[in-house]
Nanobody
Framework: QVQLVESGGGLVQPGGSLRLSCAASGFDLASSAIGWFRQAPGKEREGVSY????????YYVDSVKGRFAISRDNAANTVYLQMNSLKPEDTAVYYCAMRWGGLVADIWYQGSRYAYWGQGTQVNVSP
């Protein structure tokens, strides 16, 4: 049974950092691709970052480039999202999602491409 469990969210001041974790079970991380998405109140879900654990290819939405870093530990079956220089506009519920097989640069951010989703973790960036 595929399961994704996010953790690491919380309240942080602008300029601060958080590291989100996506613990995967029921499948081999190395055979999948993982995306991080977020949804703020009243806004559409947005693709934030992506990693193909098999070859390490990563993508980021422009608004987080240079601030966020996605990584994976295949042995621990966990994907991380290191978030630095956080801004109030990063406030959202963050979700990780999984699909079998990789995606190319122009479609990785489409949530419909992912089959499994975690329950989400709340990130609040506020003074």
């Amino acid at each position: 049974q595929v399961q994704l469990v996010e953790s690491g969210g919380g309240l942080v001041q602008p300029g601060g950092s958080l590291r989100l974790s996506c613990a995967a079970s029921g499948f081999d991380l190395a055979s999948s691709a993982i995306g991080w998405f977020r949804q703020a109140p009243g806004k559409e879900r947005e693709g934030v970052s992506y990693i193909n654990p098999r070859d390490g290819i990563t993508y980021y939405v422009d608004s987080v480039k240079g601030r966020f870093a996605i990584s994976r530990d295949n042995a621990a079956n966990t994907v991380y999202l290191q978030m630095n220089s956080l801004k109030p506009e990063d406030t959202a519920v963050y979700y990780c999602a999984m699909r079998w097989g990789g995606l190319v640069a122009d479609i990785w951010y489409q949530g419909s491409r992912y089959a499994y989703w975690g329950q989400g973790t709340q990130v609040n960036v506020s003074p």
